[in-house]
């Protein structure tokens, strides 16, 4: 297996556009993360999926974000509009719910300028 | 919901010695403990890991310790070598399925 894929891996954008993370989850991986890691405050856990219903979305921090998973092999999070403090690197992580372990994708850089 | 504090946030030492890092949890609930390292710009991969019905576990140089009395755990890394040095976190999964709270991380710094 690839292992979890993110895309794009970088992105810069101008304050107030929309931006959209993509995941992919390890093939099988019922539990899917969305986590957000800056300087300041480390990896936040922002929202949880388990079998794609999201399950705890209390990490979000406004409505500008929003998550979706369709179905077992795909997610996005979006973020509209977007703003200079969304700057961070944004993990996807998956994991089989009875094991615990996550696995990371590489990370989507977000700059928003 | 559940708290993982982390110490220290940085940690300095030479070639050859050994490093501890040590974290705290406030769910009693809390039974699943894994280690996680992230080289720089790179993603965190697990390390290790400990289930609540130990008290330690070893894999080579690394080595876990639980209290679950304290509510607190530490990794032990031994004969630390150059390519250690990166920033390490913890966390801790409880009654909520598998979701994960990290700790702050510590920034480890082997010096050749």
């Known amino acids: 297996d690839a292992g979890v894929i993110q895309s794009p891996r970088h992105e810069v954008t101008e304050m107030g556009q929309e931006v959209t993370l993509r995941c992919k989850p390890i093939?099988?991986?019922?539990?899917l993360f969305w986590y957000r890691q800056t300087m300041m405050r480390g990896l936040e856990l922002l929202i949880y999926?388990?079998?794609?219903?999201?399950?705890?979305d209390s990490g979000m921090p406004e409505d500008r974000f929003s998550a979706k998973m369709p179905n077992a092999s795909f997610s996005t999070l979006k973020i509209q509009p977007s703003e200079p403090r969304d700057s961070a690197v944004y993990f996807c992580?998956?994991?089989?719910?009875?094991?615990?372990?996550?696995?990371f994708g590489e990370g989507s850089r977000l700059t928003v300028l | 919901g559940e708290n993982v504090e982390q110490h220290p946030s940085t940690l300095s030492v030479q070639e050859g010695d050994s490093a501890v890092i040590k974290c705290t949890y406030s769910?009693?609930?809390?039974?699943?403990f894994p280690w996680y390292k992230q080289e720089l710009g790179k993603r965190p991969q697990l390390i290790i890991d400990i289930r609540s019905n130990v008290g330690e576990k070893k894999d080579q140089r690394i080595a876990v310790t639980l209290n679950k009395t304290a509510k607190h755990f530490s990794l032990h890394i031994t004969e630390t070598q150059p390519e250690d040095s990166a920033v390490y976190f913890c966390a801790a999964s409880g009654n909520a399925g598998n979701m994960l709270t990290f700790g702050g991380g510590t920034r480890l710094m082997v010096k050749p």
């Open positions: 093939s099988g991986h019922n539990s």
């Open positions: 992580a998956s994991s089989f719910t009875n094991t615990g372990e996550l696995f």
């Open positions: 769910d009693s609930a809390s039974n699943y």
């Open positions: 999926f388990n079998n794609n219903v999201p399950i705890d």
